[in-house]
């Protein structure tokens, strides 16, 4: 069962755009949605995009995710230092008819 | 509305067993778009999967730890319940279930409960 494999740590100063990577394989990535998941300390992780690239009602449209092959990225325009939090992604892996998750992204606004 | 929440022992012994309680409310554990998985968080790390079980009452281990979990529910009372056996101080985490909504080709977690912190000591 493997992690999907994203970039410890990113950052970037307030209105700037930055961009998460989660690469997987076939069975996970491959062959589901993506979903993204926003965790501000001490709290439970929040949906953020679900089926690659749909926002919860509530989430505003600075956050943007995309699928390609085995690859996923989350997008966030207009940096806020409220979105200073760790993000994950994951996706259905078929080979284990469990989910996998990402190890995590801490971003941090400078 | 939908909430999931958490419940058991806030510390638990090496070796002893972990059972914890998910209660959920806003949707049925019957609903065939819908199941509950069981995923933690050591302090300071990543999420991770445990166990899944499906509105059919289908279930599904994390490959490393299939040995020591059992996943079941009772959908007249709303609950999920997870047991953990031989714990040991590495699995000292936040304990969290979820709501997987889905169909055929699609899916995703869409629910947290807050969680609950097990210290094993």
Sequence with gaps: Q???????????????????????????????????????????????????????????????????????????????????????????????TGWVFGGGTKLTVL | QVTLKESGPVLVKPTESLTLTCTVSGFSLSNVRMGVSWIRQPPGKALEWLAHIFSDDRKSYSTSLKSRLTVSKDTSKSQVILTMTNMDPVDTATYFCARSYGDYDYNYVDVWGKGTTVTVS
Aim: hydrophobic share 30%; charged share 15%; glycine share 10%.
């Design chain 1, 2 to 96: 493997s992690v999907l494999t994203q970039p410890p740590s990113a950052s970037g100063t307030p209105g700037q755009r930055v961009t998460i990577s989660c690469s997987g394989i076939s069975s996970e990535i491959g062959s589901n949605t993506v979903s993204w998941y926003q965790q501000l300390p001490g709290t439970a992780p929040k949906l953020l995009i679900y089926i690659n690239n749909q926002r919860p009602s509530g989430v505003p449209d600075r956050f943007a995710g995309s699928k390609s092959g085995t690859s996923a990225s989350l997008a966030i325009s207009g940096l806020q230092s409220g979105d200073e939090a760790d993000y994950y992604c994951a996706a259905w892996d078929d080979s284990v």
